[in-house]
T-cell receptor
Framework: EAQVTQNPRYLITVTGKKLTVTCSQN?????MSWYRQDPGLGLRQIYY???????DKGDVPEGYKVSRKEKRNFPLILESPSPNQTSLYFC?????????????FGSGTQLSVL | QKEVEQDPGPLSVPEGAIVSLNCTYS??????FMWYRQYSRKGPELLMY????GNKEDGRFTAQVDKSSKYISLFIRDSQPSDSATYLC????????????FGSGTRLSIRP
């Protein structure tokens, strides 16, 4: 089944404790991205990657890191999480092509930073 | 001012009603207009998209774009309880997925 898989689904941590949220897609998509979703603010892009070893900042990159060493994986790293990073996180992927690019989303990771 | 504005709701209507969901935007360069549906505890999934102005119909769903008013709508006919979800509008000036701007979403509930 074609899908974007995120892990974990739920995560509770404490301020300053480094964490990684994994994202993997099995559709051979070049494009991958991370969003955070907060009430009233909608989906905001954190980082995106157009292909392996190519990453770029989105609208809210502060406090986050990403890497794209393999085409299928795009982990999100919070080196020193803070309470304002408590949010619902989504990974998404898309095929890069001429014309409209449809985004496929994972099921989300609910992160709470205490 | 946000580039894309969407009433958060919640909107509650009886089964069978016609539902109208709307978004306004400020960037006249937007050309791609999308509606994503997000069920509780799930990621958004693309419902419909249109390019430039006009209408697009898919079963019970109709998407409308009025670029002169910077206003887009999604109509749901014969609404069903299974349509209960959050609906996010999204827009982009480019075909690339990296440039999509999302609305904050409208929570819709269809009462049986």
């Amino acid at each position: 089944e074609a899908q974007v898989t995120q892990n974990p689904r739920y995560l509770i941590t404490v301020t300053g404790k480094k964490l990684t949220v994994t994202c993997s897609q099995n559709m051979n998509h070049e494009y991958m991205s991370w969003y955070r979703q907060d009430p009233g603010l909608g989906l905001r892009q954190i980082y995106y990657s157009m292909n392996v070893e190519v990453t770029d900042k989105g609208d809210v990159p502060e406090g986050y890191k990403v890497s794209r060493k393999e085409k299928r994986n795009f982990p999100l790293i919070l080196e020193s999480p803070s309470p304002n990073q408590t949010s619902l996180y989504f990974c998404a992927s898309s095929l890069v092509r001429t014309g409209f690019e449809k985004l496929f989303f994972g099921s989300g990771t609910q992160l709470s930073v205490l | 001012q946000k580039e894309v504005e969407q009433d958060p709701g919640p909107l509650s209507v009886p089964e069978g009603a016609i539902v109208s969901l709307n978004c306004t935007y400020s960037n006249s360069a937007f050309q791609y207009f999308m509606w994503y549906r997000q069920y509780s505890r799930k990621g958004p999934e693309l419902l419909m998209y249109t390019y430039s102005s006009g209408n697009k119909e898919d079963g019970r769903f109709t998407a409308q774009v009025d670029k002169s008013s910077k206003y887009i709508s999604l109509f749901i006919r014969d609404s069903q309880p299974s349509d209960s979800a959050t609906y996010l509008c999204a827009m982009s000036a480019y075909s690339s997925a990296s440039k999509i701007i999302f609305g904050s979403g409208t929570r819709l509930s269809i009462r049986p």
